[in-house]
């Protein structure tokens, strides 16, 4: 038996979730997958209720749970709560906590969705790279920050973007590894050109390349990077990057394929005594201005919770098993409103698209 925490937090996490415990609840009867789930609050829900993004008693159940189901957390109803308790508190609070150091964020162009693609259908075709960003350093997290007076009446403001080698180095790890079973091929990002921070990621990564020699490894500043990924993204493999610069470059990046509703993720900790903690959410956010409105595209979520089984509950057919579920229902022609593009589409609501992959599961 597997304990999930699911924590649908704010505005369209709360449908997308809803649709991916139907998926859970599915497999569970239908291939006995002995999941028992559990429902929380975070982000501005939990603040609503108790004051703060992440109770205590929620970060324990995340602690203990053999893995966390997120949807998305946010919205502007929060805007003026003071930092520390905003919704955004709660997931960095979560990744913090939990030290899932290792966000993998991979852009798969499916087929039928090309001609969602921003891009010339021959730049994007058969697109299938992987973002690994570091998720628990750097400016999100760096100290001293803050903004304060520095003469009567005049503000000035600091953020601090810092680095540790250990912190380099592991990240780098997660990524060649990743490498090895794809196409042994990593881009490391940064701005070494005028940032200290950059110089010795650098540097790491070049140290730890030398335990991976079967791997090429190639540096890229980020300004280029960004260009590049719109330039000709099928030059990559595996990019490996930054807090920050992984937070651009994966929304640049789900763009590729079409829709940010497409892109899951997995935020990884270390393997600990056989347990690595893992937190799996769709990269779109609590998009506040269709929520409760039935419109949004589940499909990020499902595919995180399909992450899900196959890093963390070593579940691997199964999770091949819901992505082609979900490669069916598009090729099929559904769309939800983000993908919808023509009308030889179907476009469906949020619970039907869930309606739709249980049916075909
Ligand atoms: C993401 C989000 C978060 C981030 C926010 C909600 C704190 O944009 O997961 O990419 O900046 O990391
Ligand atoms: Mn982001």
Redesign the pocket.
Known sequence: MKKILVLPGDGIGVEVADQTIRVIDHLNTKNNLNIEYEKELVGGASYDVHGEALTPAVLEKAKEADAILLGAVGGSKWDNVERDKRPEAGLLGLRKELELFANLRPAIVFDALLSASSLKEEIVKGLDIVIVRELTGGVYFGQPRGIEEYEPGKQKALDTQIYFDYEIDRIARVAFDLAKKRNNKVTSVEKANVMETGVLWRQVVKKTHEDYSDITLENMLADNCAMQLVRNPKQFDVLVTDNLFG?LL??CAAMLTGSLGMLPSASLGAEIDGKRNGLFEP?HGSAPDIAGENKANPIATILSFAMMLRYNLNQQDLAKNLEDVIQKVLNEGFRTADLYSSDDQTLVSCSKMGDLILERL
């Open positions: 937070d994966s929304d990269v």
